[in-house]
């Protein structure tokens, strides 16, 4: 598609639940990026893919979240046992490629609440 | 470690004022990049512009300018003769060039309200 597209835009469930979140990116990019965006902590990295490969996790807040790739294209984050603190926008990035000098091009996003 | 500030958390300015947005970074790198992302009520964070650290030239983009300086490291954007659709949180981010280790890390942004 002409640019990253995030599904559901809206997610509510209740404490304890599963989710998953959804990230299309532009055609082509190689690279894929999820952050985090709330009140109390601005945007937060997640976590980085380059093809279907993750070189870095270092976001993820617990063992609850986990993210894959697949076709280096299509990513979903997961989150187990939803805790009301990930309430949240979650939000996916991708870039034509690697290194810190590509431009990461944003989708609109899944805003997340934990009930 | 890499850090981003922006100062300022709200700013209001009636239509066709100058406003400038700051920016102030710390990173150890001597290669890395900043930039300035644009996110309306939409939520879509909308990219600007990206510089490097070895290109300190002043960029203008028709109303929008951006001035880098590294002995103060700051990386300033101004938006003359504001309009309406101006309003928005921007914010002002910074990556090195390890690959690998390719994320933005994102002041906490400013947001500006262009009053009609």
């Known amino acids: 598609g002409a640019g990253v597209s995030q599904s559901p835009s809206n997610k509510v469930t209740e404490k304890g639940k599963d989710v998953e979140l959804r990230c299309d990116p532009i055609s082509g990019h190689t690279a894929l990026y999820w952050y985090r965006q709330s009140l109390g902590q601005g945007l937060e990295f997640l976590i980085y893919f380059q093809g279907n490969s993750a070189p870095d996790k270092s976001g993820l807040p617990s063992d609850r979240f986990s993210a894959e790739r697949t076709g280096g294209s299509v990513s979903t984050l997961t989150i187990q046992r939803t805790q009301q603190e990930d309430s949240a926008v979650y939000l996916c990035?991708?870039?034509?490629?690697?290194?810190?000098?590509?431009?990461?091009?944003f989708g609109a996003g899944t805003r997340l609440s934990v009930l | 470690a890499q850090k981003v500030t922006q100062a300022q958390t709200e700013i209001s300015v009636v239509e066709k004022e100058d406003v400038t947005l700051d920016c102030v970074y710390e990173?150890?790198?001597?290669?890395?990049?900043l930039f300035w992302y644009k996110q309306p009520p939409s939520g879509e964070l909308v990219f600007l512009i990206r510089?490097?650290?070895?290109?300190?030239q002043n960029e203008i983009s028709g109303r929008y300018s951006w001035n880098f300086q590294k002995s103060t490291s700051s990386f300033n954007f101004t938006i003359t003769a504001s309009q309406v659709v101006d309003s928005a949180v921007y914010f002002c981010a910074l990556s090195n060039s390890n690959f690998g280790n390719e994320k933005l890390t994102f002041g906490t942004g400013t947001r500006l309200t262009i009053i009609p």
């Open positions: 990173t150890r790198d001597t290669t890395y990049y």
């Open positions: 990035a991708s870039s034509q490629r690697g290194g810190g000098k590509n431009i990461q091009y």
């Open positions: 510089r490097n650290s070895f290109d300190e």
